[in-house]
C-alpha cells in the first residue's frame, strides 16, 4: 500500500468522522449546531481585521445597550423599594387615602379579600369579582 494511499484514506475517515458528528450534532441540538456554524464562519473571518473591528464595535453596542436597559430596571426597582420602605414610615395608606399598588389590581383585590377576612377561598374570590361587577 502506498503512503499516498494510507493518507487519503486517512482523510477520507477524517471526512466521514466530522460528516458523522455534524449530523449527529444537528439530531442532538439544532441550535447548538447552528451556533458551532456560526462560530466556523467567524474563524474563517477572524483573519480579517476590519471584520474584527467590526466584531468588536457591535459587541461594543450590545454592551450599551444592555447597560442602558439594567439602568432603568434598577431605576424602577430603587423606586419601588423606596416607595415600600418610605410607605411603613408615613401614615398608613387607610388614613391618607392614598393606595400603593405594585401587583396589578386583581392581585390587590386578592390580597384586600384575606386582610379583611383573614382567610379566603376561591368562592370568596369569585364573589367578589362578581360583585365588583355589578357595581
Known amino acids: 500500500m502506498d503512503t499516498h494511499d494510507g493518507s487519503e484514506l486517512k482523510e477520507n475517515l477524517v471526512q466521514e468522522l466530522e460528516k458523522g458528528k455534524e449530523e449527529l450534532l444537528?439530531?442532538?441540538s439544532p441550535?447548538?449546531?447552528?451556533?458551532s456554524l456560526d462560530i466556523q464562519q467567524i474563524m474563517e473571518f477572524s483573519k480579517d481585521p476590519v471584520f474584527l473591528a467590526v466584531l468588536l464595535f457591535k459587541l461594543a453596542e450590545e454592551r450599551e445597550k444592555t447597560n442602558s436597559a439594567m439602568d432603568k430596571i434598577n431605576?424602577?426597582?430603587d423606586s419601588i423599594m423606596?416607595?415600600?420602605k418610605t410607605r411603613n414610615v408615613e401614615d398608613s395608606p387607610q388614613q391618607t387615602g392614598q393606595k400603593f399598588s405594585?401587583?396589578?389590581?386583581q392581585d390587590q383585590?386578592?390580597?384586600?379579600l384575606a386582610e379583611k377576612n383573614?382567610?379566603?377561598d376561591a368562592s370568596a374570590v369569585q364573589r367578589e369579582r362578581t360583585r365588583l361587577r355589578r357595581g
Open 75 to 77: 431605576e424602577k426597582f
Open 82 to 84: 423606596f416607595a415600600l
Open 109 to 112: 383585590v386578592i390580597i384586600g
Open 31 to 35: 441550535k447548538f449546531s447552528e451556533l
Open 118 to 120: 383573614g382567610s379566603i
Open 26 to 28: 444537528k439530531k442532538l
Open 102 to 105: 405594585v401587583l396589578p389590581e
